[in-house]
């Protein structure tokens, strides 16, 4: 059974810092495409950032140069730096794992982050 659990939300002013962690069980971790969405209440589900399998990272145009996305294998973990954090990035942000073969994909439950002005 594949399970993701993302932490390291929580409340931060414009301008500060945050780090989430989604860690992956069930799935050999390094065959997967990792992503980071977000959803803010009202909005639809965006896609944050990507790692592949291959370690190619492709981000949103709103986070660029701001957030980084990082993988360690051996840890079954993926990363979201998220610096010069801003309000309107507040949002329950979710990791999501595809399969790179089967395409099969699983969500976490989201970890809020909130970013006060």
């Known amino acids: 059974q594949v399970q993701l659990r993302e932490s390291g939300g929580g409340l931060v002013r414009t301008g500060e810092s945050l780090t989430l962690s989604c860690v992956a069980s069930g799935s050999i971790f390094r065959l997967n495409h990792m992503d980071w969405y977000r959803q803010a209440p009202g909005n639809q589900r965006e896609l944050v950032a990507r790692?592949?399998?291959?370690?190619?990272?492709n981000y949103a145009d709103s986070v660029t140069g701001r957030f980084t996305i990082s993988r360690d294998n051996a840890k079954n973990t993926v990363y979201l730096q998220m610096n010069s954090l801003k309000p309107e990035d507040t949002a329950v942000y979710y990791c999501?794992?595809?399969?790179?073969?089967?395409?099969?994909?699983?969500w976490g439950q989201g970890t809020q982050v909130t970013v006060s002005s």
């Open positions: 999501k794992m595809t399969h790179a073969f089967s395409g099969s994909q699983y």
């Open positions: 790692i592949t399998s291959g370690g190619t990272t």
